[in-house]
């Protein structure tokens, strides 16, 4: 079964600073990779994905991924964190085909000013 | 994009009772959906995958009598948490399946429904 790691539990970083968050899974083969965000107190939001083509990923609100096959990794960079983006963060892959996404542990992310 | 709702949003009951969470995809066809469920600050964990038509699969460790699984049409899929207990209280999320235009595999997410068993 396909598991996914997430290496950070927290991470706390002043603002303007630089974030890379990282994400490795078990499984090689053909991929779709996901970043989910969740705010405190609301519902899972979609980052970004990678289905194929370009390994690096671009998403909503300055959020990009790197898909790299060799390291079996995904992970989360933005160059500039805000306060605003104080959340939880998780890394998702679907067992195989069309299976459910496993989620990675996640990552909580605390930008301070 | 594929939206997804759960109903209701937040629920408390007491224990013993039983409680119904629903899942509908708004504007597409779920042939596909997925029940996970949510700790507080710790990470989604699948309970059961839930076919059209069919009886649910459940992950294990996950008791298929107290979590009943229904998926009686392809926008519907209701969890029944039978006989609760205050160690049932969590955040129940649902997904649904839709294949992208390249047929690519992709899951949307209910907001979530946080039940509180007193």
Redesign the interface.
């Known amino acids: 079964a396909q598991s996914v790691s997430q290496h950070n539990h927290h991470v706390i970083l002043s603002e303007a600073a630089s974030l890379e968050l990282g994400c490795n899974y078990s499984y090689g083969g053909t991929v779709?990779l996901f970043w989910?965000v969740q705010y405190p107190g609301q519902?899972?939001q979609l980052l970004l994905?990678y289905?194929?083509g370009d390994p690096l990923v671009k998403g909503i609100k300055g959020f990009e991924a790197e898909f790299i096959k060799s390291k079996f990794s995904f992970n989360l960079r933005k160059p500039s964190v805000q306060w605003s983006d104080t959340a939880?963060y998780?890394c998702a892959v679907?067992n195989s085909?069309?299976?459910?996404?496993?989620?990675?542990?996640?990552t909580?992310l605390s930008v301070i000013a | 994009g594929a939206v997804v709702s759960q109903h209701p949003s937040w629920v408390i009951c007491k224990s013993g009772t039983s409680v119904k969470i629903e899942c509908r995809s708004l504007d597409f066809q779920a042939t596909?959906m997925?029940w996970y469920r949510q700790f507080p600050?710790?990470?989604?964990?699948?309970m059961a995958?839930s076919n059209e038509g069919s009886k649910a699969t459940y992950e294990q460790g996950v008791e298929k009598d107290k979590f009943l699984i229904n998926h009686a049409s392809l926008t519907l899929s209701t969890l029944t948490v039978t006989s609760a207990h205050p160690e049932d209280s969590s955040f129940y999320?649902c997904?649904a399946?839709s294949t992208?235009g390249?047929g690519?595999?992709?899951?949307y997410?209910?907001?979530?429904t946080r039940l509180t068993v007193t």
């Open positions: 779709n989910y519902h899972l994905k289905f194929s939880e998780f679907p085909g069309n299976t459910p996404l496993v989620f990675g542990k996640g909580r | 596909t997925f600050k710790q990470s989604l964990m699948l995958t999320i997904s399946t992208s390249r690519s595999y992709e899951q997410f209910g907001p979530g």
